[in-house]
């Protein structure tokens, strides 16, 4: 199956023709957050401050890079584990963010708010951090500096490559997939 | 009594640090390739592909196998025969912390205090010691740094001796259930089973960084690695859980004698940048 390419950032047809299991390509710019940044955009959601960038339509990948080593935009820079990121996640999907990119479960609840808001999950893999960091050709802090490697930055990357996790309609590879492949011998 | 500065120390765990963090060890990545021929799921065989090309840029450009370039955890086996000379050895370990995590471009992933104000200690220091003496003039050195994707999903349980053989098989092979995905499979399992409760998640700690070519020396538990590691990869989890067979690459186990009224077990999950570095000063 072809990969899809997608032009950075994300529209809701766009995200609305995507299914778990399919191979997608990025392009342009998305924003990183993890664990401290998203406690401090909830922070400002409660307060009725605005959030240091406008997410509607954007995609947020879970990732705190290593720094970057001389010649290269940004250090290795993998995925981290989506589901501390859940108690967050729904209040910026109403707010319009489109897409989150991570590894691993998300709860029943991200799921239910990512199909009310016609949101998609994607996974790059785990810890392929320097592979992944050759297709992040620009990075920027923009926000929240003094968090280090949680500060809130803007990649711009080039031919990205990631999955389809878990769709709009809630259709969840980590459920299909493993499905195909386990068999009686787990029970022992 | 053999003299050993602390200077030395700090230098050789300076270079383990970086050793561990760019170059993935030969028996994880030949247990990745051997792990690529022969899962049958086209998707995972993709995701170990690009492992094994990730392991390989990591290598030629020394940069980091994975973003989290974890706590650094520090086996110390030091000969009642060695005297450490010339500072405190516990500074020396930091420094060297401090410095490779500093110039080696890798990720400083503590915070001080771990509910308050969880503030960055921003050279990646205290460095995770257990040391154990031992006979002879020798410090064995063993740098496993320990991202906490793995860590996170670790458990222990402390069964009860009815429990026996089925009840350790079942909990080890639930823990990697209920992990799914997260761990970033596949993994390599680390058990201890016995001691207290706190000698039990040691030995799985060591048990993460034992080499895959070395089974367990007991036949009985050497069988029983095996007997949980066919149960893990019929789970169908695979590599990074999105189906396949190959959901860990090992099974260690360790023992130690424990109490009459218990049978502690823990397991320490380690995903595939299963980093880890070893001298003998």
Not at chain 2, 115 to 135: C, F, G, K, M, S
Request: aromatic share 6%; with cysteine; proline share 6%.
């Amino acid at each position: 199956m072809a990969a899809i390419h997608i032009d950075l950032p994300l529209t809701p047809e766009k995200v609305a023709s995507l299914r778990a299991g399919d191979e997608v390509i990025f392009n342009g710019v998305l924003y990183t957050a993890r664990d401290a940044a998203h406690k401090r955009l909830v922070a400002c959601l409660d307060e009725g401050r605005p959030l240091p960038f406008d997410v509607r339509g954007q995609l947020i990948y879970y990732v705190g890079p290593a720094p970057a080593s001389p010649g290269h935009a940004v250090g290795s820079a993998g995925p981290t584990t989506s589901y501390r990121m859940d108690a967050y996640a729904p209040r910026l999907l109403d707010e319009g963010l489109l897409g989150m990119m991570g590894k691993g479960k998300r709860s029943p609840a991200v799921i239910d708010s990512m199909k009310k808001n016609g949101a998609v999950y994607f996974g790059a893999v785990g810890g392929a951090a320097a592979l992944i960091a050759r297709c992040i050709v620009k990075s920027e802090v923009i926000a929240y500096e003094d968090l280090g490697a949680e500060a809130i930055h803007r990649f711009t990357v080039r031919d990205f490559p990631a999955l389809v996790l878990i769709d709009s309609q809630g259709n969840n590879l980590y459920e299909i997939g493993p499905k195909q492949y386990q068999t009686e011998e787990q029970n022992g | 009594m053999r003299q050993i500065s602390a200077e030395t120390i700090r230098k050789k765990v300076y270079d383990l640090i970086l050793q561990a963090s760019y170059h993935i060890g030969d028996d994880v990545c030949r247990a990745v390739s051997e792990a690529r021929e022969k899962e049958p799921s086209p998707a995972g065989r993709a995701v170990l592909g690009q492992l094994l090309d990730n392991y390989a840029i990591a290598r030629e450009e020394n940069v980091a196998i994975c973003q989290d370039t974890g706590m650094c955890v520090i086996f110390l086996e030091i000969g009642q025969d060695a005297h450490v000379t010339g500072g405190d050895l516990n500074e020396a370990l930091n420094q060297a912390v401090h410095d490779a995590y500093t110039e080696g471009y890798l990720r400083k992933s503590v915070v001080r205090d771990p509910l308050y104000q969880r503030e960055n200690t921003r050279d990646n220091t205290p460095a995770v010691v257990h040391t154990r003496i031992v006979p002879g003039e020798n410090i064995d050195i063993l740098v496993t740094p320990k991202g906490f994707g793995s860590e996170n999903m670790s458990r222990i349980k402390m069964l009860v001796p009815a429990d026996g053989e089925q009840g350790v098989i079942d909990f080890v092979v639930d823990a990697v259930r209920q992990a799914g995905p997260n761990p970033c499979p596949p993994v390599i399992v680390g058990v201890g089973i016995g001691s207290t409760m706190e000698g039990a998640a040691l030995m799985a700690k060591r048990m993460t960084a034992r080499s895959l070519d070395a089974p367990n020396p007991d036949p009985r538990y050497a069988e029983l690695e095996q007997k949980i590691l066919k149960r893990i990869n019929a789970l169908g989890i695979g590599p990074a859980g999105i189906g396949g067979r190959c959901t860990a690459l090992a099974v260690n186990i360790m023992t130690a004698p424990t109490h009459i009224a218990g049978m502690p077990v823990a397991v320490n999950l380690c995903c595939h940048a299963a980093r880890h570095a070893h001298a003998v000063l």
